[in-house]
């Protein structure tokens, strides 16, 4: 249910803002443009997620960016997501951080890489929990919307390339990110 109702925001948001396909510049006249200083090139934002009732899901991800050319971005990252599940009484906090890397070869289109070091909590066969630290290898692309001089909203479709018992991800991932 909730990727048919994510589907349908992006179909909508590609719907509504097809005008911004008319606004595509040529690549020749933006690597033309004057440097800019380093205060223009950094951007932050991140995405977050919550859902509440028996079953609790908070994320929160900030991220901090360095353009480096209009074409070429790279970054950081921190993540972390709460879970409590009321029926069977348990709950969890999972943690880390993150390094990506994004590419713009159109105004509307991205392409991203991440990867992405999370500590999960799990439990032994006897029931003992434990800590484990786990690697996410995400890449995918997808959609961005530009707004004003450094904002963007990014709709993006991802892949864990490193699935295992300790993943916190199921394939595919759909991520909305913000960014200013």
Same mark, same amino acid.
């Given at each position: 249910?909730?990727?048919?109702?994510?589907?349908?925001?992006?179909?909508?948001?590609?719907?509504?803002?097809?005008?911004?396909?008319?606004?595509?510049?040529?690549?020749?006249?933006?690597?033309?443009?004057?440097?800019?200083?380093?205060?223009?090139?950094?951007?932050?934002?991140?995405?977050?997620?919550?859902?509440?009732?028996?079953?609790?899901?908070?994320?929160?991800?900030?991220?901090?960016?360095?353009?480096?050319?209009?074409?070429?971005?790279?970054?950081?990252?921190?993540?972390?997501?709460?879970?409590?599940?009321?029926?069977?009484?348990?709950?969890?906090?999972?943690?880390?951080?993150?390094? =990506?890397? *994004?590419?713009?070869?159109? #105004?509307? %289109?991205? +392409?991203?890489?991440?990867? !992405?070091?999370?500590?999960?909590?799990?439990?032994?066969?006897?029931?003992?929990?434990?800590?484990?630290?786990?690697?996410?290898?995400?890449?995918?692309?997808?959609?961005?919307?530009? =707004?004003? *001089?450094?904002?963007?909203? #990014?709709? %993006?479709? +991802?892949?864990?390339?490193? !699935?295992?018992?300790?993943?916190?991800?199921?394939?595919?991932?759909?991520?909305?990110?913000?960014?200013?």
């Amino acid at each position: 249910m909730r990727i048919k109702i994510i589907f349908i925001l992006i179909v909508i948001s590609f719907c509504c803002n097809m005008g911004l396909f008319a606004q595509f510049e040529d690549f020749e006249e933006e690597n033309t443009e004057v440097k800019k200083p380093l205060n223009e090139k950094i951007f932050f934002g991140g995405d977050f997620g919550i859902q509440l009732g028996t079953y609790t899901f908070i994320n929160l991800s900030p991220q901090i960016g360095y353009n480096v050319t209009n074409f070429f971005a790279v970054g950081v990252g921190s993540n972390f997501m709460y879970f409590r599940d009321g029926f069977q009484k348990f709950q969890s906090a999972n943690y880390g951080g993150a390094v =990506f890397t *994004e590419l713009y070869p159109f #105004n509307f %289109l991205v +392409l991203h890489a991440e990867t !992405q070091l999370m500590n999960v909590a799990d439990f032994d066969n006897s029931g003992n929990p434990f800590r484990v630290w786990n690697l996410a290898l995400l890449a995918g692309g997808g959609y961005r919307q530009k =707004f004003g *001089e450094n904002g963007a909203v #990014n709709y %993006l479709i +991802l892949w864990d390339f490193n !699935q295992n018992e300790y993943s916190v991800y199921t394939n595919p991932i759909f991520r909305i990110c913000f960014y200013f």
